[in-house]
């Protein structure tokens, strides 16, 4: 079974502020991990996913995580934050025999101030 | 890249009817499909799983006679949501998988239902 922990349901940053946001794993097999953003009323949009390989994943929008097997990490991160990263971000994770099901995280919403 | 769309995109229907979402990969074969329902400010749960051409699997506490899924080809998966009640009201959000089982899951755009 797989569950994920994303610490934190709201954090806020200022426009060109670093932007940290915190996902934590638990899988009883490798895991595939995954990092969403979701606008209002809207799907689910992937920006980013670990699979095998380099533990530094690079997404789209300036987003990067980076996979730390020790600590059972995926934080995702941006140097510097713009007032359209405002959403709210879902770190997922696939693994196991059920190939294809996503457990989610409980979901972050960035704030981000002029 | 691979789309997914999903229909209606919002839908308002009275107690006790029934409603369809359908949810098309448009530029690949979906072997599989998944369901998911969102309640507001809250995180994605499963629903089922979808797969071309057999039953779909249910996760445990969602009612199958409820939630009927039919996946009859590979770009076509349907949600029915039978004698809906306002309990039912949510966002309900699809994604598939291609068929070479690629992690690349792809999700449509979701569907507000609302049950007055």
């Known amino acids: 079974a797989q569950s994920v922990t994303q610490l934190g349901s709201h954090v806020s940053v200022s426009e060109g502020a670093l932007v940290l946001l915190r996902c934590n794993y638990s899988s009883s097999v490798p895991p595939y991990l995954f990092w969403y953003v979701q606008y209002p009323n809207q799907g689910l949009q992937l920006l980013l996913k670990y699979t095998t390989g380099a533990t530094l994943v690079k997404g789209i929008n300036g987003f990067e995580a980076e996979f730390k097997k020790s600590e059972t990490s995926f934080h995702l991160t941006k140097p510097s934050a713009h007032m359209s990263d405002a959403a709210e971000y879902f770190c997922?994770?696939?693994?196991?025999?059920?190939?294809?099901?996503?457990?989610f995280g409980q979901g972050t919403i960035l704030t981000v101030h002029p | 890249g691979a789309v997914v769309s999903q229909h209606p995109s919002r839908v308002i229907c009275k107690s006790g009817t029934s409603v369809k979402i359908e949810c098309r990969s448009l530029?690949?074969?979906?072997?599989?499909m998944f369901w998911y329902r969102q309640f507001p400010k809250q995180s994605l749960m499963l629903m089922a799983t979808s797969n071309e051409g057999s039953k779909a699997t249910y996760e445990q506490g969602v009612e199958k006679d409820k939630f009927l899924i039919n996946h009859a080809s590979l770009t076509l998966s349907t949600l029915t949501v039978t004698s809906a009640h306002p309990e039912d009201s949510s966002f309900y959000i699809c994604?598939?998988?291609?068929?070479?089982?690629?992690?690349?899951?792809?999700f449509g755009s979701g569907t507000r239902l609302t049950v007055v």
């Open positions: 530029d690949f074969q979906a072997t599989t």
């Open positions: 997922a994770v696939a693994g196991g025999t059920s190939y294809g099901k996503l457990t």
């Open positions: 994604s598939a998988g291609d068929i070479r089982g690629s992690y690349g899951y792809t």
